[in-house]
C-alpha cells in the first residue's frame, strides 16, 4: 500500500493540507497503543505497525518538497541517491552562481532578497511539476526534482547565512 | 567524529581556490554534483604546451570533506599530464584524507570533477585540430 492508500487520500501533488492532517489524526487515534493495552499481544503488534506506517506516510506527505520526490517515485523517475553525482551543466550552473551570489551578500537585506527569489523559485517549480506528472514526462520530472533539490539546499544555506550575520551584527 | 588532520589543513586552508576563463582554449573545466546532499563543485586545468598541467582552481559549495577532497586534487594534478592526472582514483583521495566512511562520496565527486574538466580539456583540443 503507497502513502496516500494509507491515509485514505487521492495521490494527488496539490494535497489538501486540512484533510492530510484529518486523515493522519483520525489514524493515529484508531491505531494508538493505549487502545490495545489489554488486548493479545498480536494485535497490539499490528497496532504498532499500522502506527509507524501512518506516521510514516504522514511524514513524507506533509511537505511538497517531499511528497514530489515521493510520487516521482511511484510513477518511476531515476533519481540519484546518496554518493551519486550528476553533470548537467545548467543545473549546476545555476547552483553555483547561486551559491556565489550567497557567499557574496554581505548584508541581512541582501541575504533576505536571495532567499525570497529562491522562495519564488521554489515554488513555480513546485507549480510546474503537475503538468509533467499528468504527461509522466520522466526526464523533465528529473531535472525539475533536481532543480527543486538545488532550491532546497540554498534556502537552507541561506537560513544559515542570515543567521550568521545576525550574530556578527549583534 | 574525528577528522585527520590532513582534512582539517585542506578545510581550513585550501589550496587554489578561484576561478580559469572557461572559455580559454588551455583551460579545462569539470562541473559536477552530488544532488543528495546538494553539493556543487567547479575544477578546472590549465595545461602548458608541454602537455603537463601547469594549474588547477577549484570552487566548491559542500561539506569540509567536500571541499578538503577538491583541495587536495588540485594539489596533485599540477606538473602532471593530463593522463596521469586521469588516474586519480576517489579511494586515493579517501584514503590520503582518512575520510569517514560518510564522507566517501565526497571524493567520488573530486574524482568526477577532474575528469569531467580533462573530457572537456580533451574536447576543445579535438575541436581546435579539426
Partial sequence: MDHFARLGLPAALDLDAAALDRAYFSLQRQWHPDRFVSKPPEDRARASAEA??????????????S????????????LPGDGKTIDDPDLLMEAMEAREALHDAATPEA???????????????????GSLFLANDRAALRKAL??????????????????NLDRSNA | ?????????????????????????????????APACGDVMKLQIKVGPDGLIE????????????????????????????DEAETIKNTDIARHLALPP?????????????????ADYRAKATKKAE
Fill in chain 1, 111 to 129: 541575504v533576505d532578497r536571495l532567499a525570497a527569489q529562491a522562495r519564488e523559485d521554489v515554488q513555480e517549480a513546485l507549480a510546474g511539476l
Fill in chain 2, 102 to 118: 560518510v564522507k566517501i562520496h565526497c571524493s567520488v565527486l573530486a574524482e568526477d570533477a577532474i575528469k569531467a574538466a580533462i
Fill in chain 2, 55 to 82: 594549474d588547477a582552481k577549484f570552487k566548491t559549495f559542500g561539506c569540509g570533506s567536500a571541499i578538503a577532497s577538491s583541495s587536495l586534487v588540485t594539489e596533485w594534478v599540477k606538473g602532471k599530464t593530463i
Fill in chain 2, 1 to 33: 567524529m574525528a577528522y585527520s588532520e590532513k582534512l582539517i589543513d585542506h578545510y581550513e586552508n585550501p589550496r587554489n581556490i578561484g576561478s580559469f576563463d572557461k572559455t580559454a582554449e588551455d583551460v579545462g573545466t569539470g562541473l559536477v554534483g
Fill in chain 1, 146 to 163: 533536481l532543480r527543486l533539490r538545488y532550491l532546497d539546499k540554498f534556502a537552507e544555506e541561506a537560513r544559515a547565512r542570515r543567521m
Fill in chain 1, 52 to 65: 509507524a506506517s501512518v506516521n510514516e506516510a504522514y511524514r513524507t506527505l506533509k511537505d511538497p518538497l
Fill in chain 1, 67 to 78: 511528497r514530489a520526490f515521493y510520487m516521482a517515485g511511484l510513477a518511476g523517475v531515476d
